[in-house]
């Protein structure tokens, strides 16, 4: 199937009762809504800001979306005791070498849950480091 220079796509999301719309005509999401309230009820709470835990932030002249999980990741650097770390920016230095602990100040496996939760935010949703812990 190849698209047609005389249709706009229109993307239509749905998790459980949350429904979101992409467009770039703001007529065919409003079409959408009308068509969809003949047959559900709605609710219309106006452009998207937040979907399953995740901020969307939309730059209208940029024609932009950016997605962001930052009080996730805050969430879990609490769980973790970590939310006073200090992040560096990676690769780190040149000539920078690091030393190897004798005793480590923290557990393996406490360190690499929280790494593990931490590289792949989404994938393990909220129970992820709650889990970790308990084992």
């Known amino acids: 199937m190849h698209p047609s220079p005389n249709i706009t796509p229109n993307i239509i999301t749905l998790y459980i009762d949350d429904m979101g719309q992409i467009s770039k005509s703001l007529e065919h999401i409003l079409q959408n809504k009308v068509e969809l309230s ?3 009820q709605i609710t219309n709470l106006g452009e998207m800001s937040w979907i399953l835990g995740i901020r969307v932030d939309h730059n209208h002249e940029k024609g932009t979306i950016a997605l962001s999980q ?5 969430e879990i650097l609490e769980c ?13 230095l040149a000539n920078k070498h ?12 406490s360190y690499q849950c929280a790494l593990s939760t931490l590289i792949y935010p989404k994938c393990q949703g909220y129970s992820g480091p709650f889990r970790c812990m308990r084992q």
């Open 38 to 40: 003949k047959h559900y």
């Open 70 to 74: 930052e009080n996730f990741i805050k």
């Open 80 to 92: 973790h005791r970590m939310s006073d770390s200090h992040p560096i920016s990676t690769p780190s």
């Open 98 to 109: 690091l030393v190897k602990l004798k005793l480590p100040e923290i557990s393996t496996k």
